[in-house]
């Protein structure tokens, strides 16, 4: 209802009905319930699936457990609250439903059978007005779920609403409560964050309210170091570059969100291991596993993902050597294209040597005379690339008195 009274195409429609999910299931052979922490009804309709919920009301105990908002070490988290209480499968009537939603401007309902809105809760003027506002007490309703205040940030971001003042006001001291979610659903919010077409704008407000560093630690101390007095650039050039993408239809993937966001904190830490003593490949490989392993905390992110995100980050200083066959190598490699876009971004923000790029770029349209051509001149004095030698391992004899299987 929100999107149509914006002038806008709704991605999907909501049903809402006062039937229990037994009694919906019993209407229709093709129903099914799904869900635990929120009972639903999938009713398949042709090749479609129309998802049915039942009214809703707030459990009156979650209400009173919530409390006064305390400083950040005594922050109450979902953990503290009885499981009993945590039941969302608490069925209500409409007008307690739409209390129940989380903003006032997604708390609106069309009656099929008089095609009129019904609002409860002022939603239509707060959509007129462009005010994200949050239904009941904000405090209360952060505690009950943390992901609120992401979901707030990206219909903000969405909608270009403004978030109402009270809305706001508890996001600071409420954000550590984003590390009692579990990381598994943390992966599939930032997925809505940042691969909904209004990623930089989402970035923004998440810094502007300090949620961001709830979500990516180590990239937010980063981000507020300079790199010889001017700004790193690199996460909003990608969050822009993502936007762009998505806005003409082009794919998009969470491996290339999450090198973006992760990589000025492999790259420091890599950085500091040179200063070391480990020479450069060895280092973005240590500092890759230990960003990784400190990001898990907080977000999941799956192999599927995480493996071609190291991939991206390790072409980058496989990119220097173009000598005999490397550079023809690295052209048929399957990730050659997300990394060389990354090596874009690297030089648009300053960060990688552009005359590197060129070459890249120019490689890939060149004939083949020209490639080799291009090869001859960058392969170092002597012909040859410098390689580390393997060093070779030694295989001890059998003992002829042991038994060994082939």
Known sequence: MRDLMLGREPKDFDVVTDARPEQIRKLFH?????????????????????????????????TEASSPIEPPENEVTENDIPAEIMDHNVYGTQEEDAVRRDFTVNALYYDIRDFSVIDYVEGAADLKRGILRVIGNPESRYREDPVRMLRAVRFAAKLGF???????????????????????RMYEEVLKLFHGGYALET???LRHYGLFRHLFPLTE????QEEEGFPVTLVPRALANTDA??????????????????WEPVRHKTHELVANGMNIYDARTRAAEQVLR???????????????????WSFQDRF??????????????????????????????????????????????AGDHERRAMIAAATPAGGKSKRRRRRRTRIPPVNKDESTTP
Not at 165 to 181: D, G, I, Q
Not at 221 to 224: A, T
Not at 251 to 258: D, E, K, R, S
């Open 320 to 365: 220097e050597r173009r000598a005999g066959l490397q550079a023809f190598r690295l052209l048929e490699n399957k990730r050659f294209r997300a990394a060389y876009d990354f090596l874009l971004l690297r030089v648009e923000s300053g960060e990688a040597d552009g005359a590197l790029a060129d070459w890249w770029t120019r490689f890939q349209t």
């Open 294 to 312: 400190e990001q898990l905390r907080f977000i999941s992110i799956p192999k599927r993902f995480s493996v071609p995100m190291r991939e991206i």
């Open 221 to 224: 101390n980063s981000m507020e």
């Open 162 to 184: 403004k978030i109402e003042e009270n809305t706001a006001a508890p996001f600071r001291c409420l954000a550590p409560l984003l590390s009692s979610v579990p990381p598994a």
């Open 245 to 262: 993408r998505i806005n003409e239809n082009k794919p998009v993937t969470p491996a290339f969100l999450y090198a973006a966001m992760l």
């Open 30 to 62: 093709n129903a099914r319930i799904i869900g635990r922490r929120f009972r639903l009804v999938h009713v398949r309709f042709g090749r479609e699936i129309v998802e049915v919920a039942t009214f809703r009301a707030i459990p009156r105990d979650i």
């Open 203 to 205: 970035f923004e407000l």
